[in-house]
């Protein structure tokens, strides 16, 4: 059974920075990619960045600049820098990973920017 477990999220001030982590364990082949999404109140589940095993990032462009992604693939793990935090980044944090042909869902962190 795989899990991924996630980490980091918190309540911080515009302007402040936060680092998200997310491990995965269990039974796992071959990771694919790993990303972040997020759920904002009363909005969509949207992406916001994703890593492939070789690397290749990819960026929501409203977080273009501010977010990074990262991974390190011995340790099945997955992090998402947050620099420059605004409130509208305020929402449920899900990481997901690829593997093989199946998908798997953190349970969420919550991130909160107040202004």
């Known amino acids: 059974q795989v899990q991924l477990v996630e980490s980091g999220g918190g309540l911080v001030q515009a302007g402040e920075s936060l680092r998200l982590s997310c491990a995965a364990s269990?039974?796992?082949?071959?990771?694919?990619?790993m990303g972040w999404y997020r759920q904002g109140p009363e909005k969509q589940r949207e992406l916001v960045a994703t890593?492939?095993?070789?690397?290749?990032?990819n960026y929501a462009d409203s977080v273009k600049g501010r977010f990074t992604i990262s991974r390190d693939n011995a340790r099945n793990t997955v992090y998402l820098q947050m620099n420059s935090l605004k409130p509208e980044d305020t929402a449920v944090y899900y990481c997901?990973?690829?593997?093989?042909?199946?998908?798997?869902w953190g349970q969420g962190t919550q991130v909160t920017v107040s202004s």
């Open positions: 997901r990973m690829i593997a093989t042909t199946k998908i798997y």
């Open positions: 269990g039974s796992i082949v071959s990771i694919n990619v």
């Open positions: 890593i492939t095993s070789g690397g290749l990032t």
